[in-house]
């Protein structure tokens, strides 16, 4: 069974502040997918970044940087210097990849709440 | 990138009533789409999985003949909560999974803006 875990419930910051949100998990799939989505109070889950288990490459997408680590099965996720507009409920994610039969149904973590404050 | 919509974004309905949500994918086709229910400061539920042309396939614990799901064409599902009580009440999301091979395989699923209902 697949399994995420975002052990930070809620993590409360200072605009401009670095600020890293942790997911660990588990799977038996030799081939998988990790997602991060962002969720602001308006309710929509946003796409940020979709990993493939075969590319440990880590990424980096202006203020937002992720870091793929297959040994220690995290995929954390860092922005940097940030803003308000950073508030939000962060999910993390894991799906089988295709032609696996899993379908692609994601297994969601519980979510990061982050509050950026001025 | 891609977009999908979901109609209504909010609903107040009464008890006994039905109520259908509609989920479109805008700028892509999609082969299958996800039904989810969100609990306050919750994560995601997976409700079911809808494939286009088939019968949607329910999560364990999921009624089928309350949730009714129907996925006609390769842009539009629609999850319709018959005879809706108050424990009903919920968020309840979308997603288009949008996969293609172009430039190595993309699987990614977007989500709608998600529907607030409420039951009185």
């Known amino acids: 069974a697949q399994k995420v875990t975002q052990a930070q419930t809620e993590i409360s910051v200072v605009e401009k502040e670095d600020v890293t949100l942790d997911c660990v998990y588990e799977t038996r799939d030799t081939t998988y997918y990790l997602f991060w989505y962002k969720q602001p109070p308006s309710?929509?889950?946003?796409?940020?970044?979709?990993?493939?288990?075969?590319?440990?490459?880590?990424?980096?997408?202006?203020?937002?940087?992720?870091?793929?680590?297959?040994s220690t099965s995290s995929f954390?996720?860092?922005?940097?210097?940030?803003?308000?507009?950073?508030?939000?409920?962060?999910?993390?994610?894991?799906?089988?990849?295709?032609?696996?039969?899993g379908g692609n149904k994601?297994?969601?973590?519980?979510?990061?709440?982050?509050?950026?404050e001025l | 990138g891609a977009v999908v919509s979901q109609h209504?974004?909010?609903?107040?309905?009464?008890?006994?009533?039905?109520?259908?949500?509609?989920?479109?994918?805008?700028?892509?086709?999609?082969?299958?789409?996800?039904?989810?229910?969100?609990?306050?400061?919750?994560?995601?539920?997976?409700?079911?999985t809808s494939n286009e042309g088939s019968k949607a396939t329910y999560e364990q614990g999921v009624e089928k003949d309350k949730f009714l799901i129907?996925?006609?064409?390769?842009?539009?599902?629609?999850?319709?909560?018959?005879?809706?009580?108050p424990e009903d009440s919920s968020f309840y999301i979308c997603s288009a999974r949008d996969w293609r091979e172009a430039g190595g395989i993309q699987d990614t699923q977007y989500f709608g803006p998600g529907t607030r209902l409420t039951v009185l």
Request: net charge positive; charged share 15%.
């Open chain 1, 106 to 116: 994601l297994t969601f973590g519980t979510g990061t709440q982050l509050k950026v």
């Open chain 1, 43 to 70: 309710g929509e889950l946003v796409f940020l970044i979709r990993r493939n288990s075969f590319d440990e490459q880590n990424e980096i997408s202006g203020r937002y940087s992720w870091n793929f680590q297959k």
């Open chain 2, 70 to 85: 129907n996925h006609a064409s390769l842009t539009l599902s629609t999850l319709t909560v018959t005879s809706a009580h």
């Open chain 2, 8 to 48: 209504p974004s909010r609903v107040i309905c009464k008890s006994g009533t039905s109520v259908k949500i509609e989920c479109r994918s805008l700028d892509f086709q999609a082969t299958t789409m996800f039904w989810y229910r969100q609990f306050p400061k919750q994560s995601l539920m997976l409700m079911a």
């Open chain 1, 76 to 101: 954390n996720f860092t922005i940097t210097a940030s803003q308000v507009v950073d508030s939000a409920v962060y999910f993390c994610a894991l799906s089988e990849a295709p032609f696996t039969g």
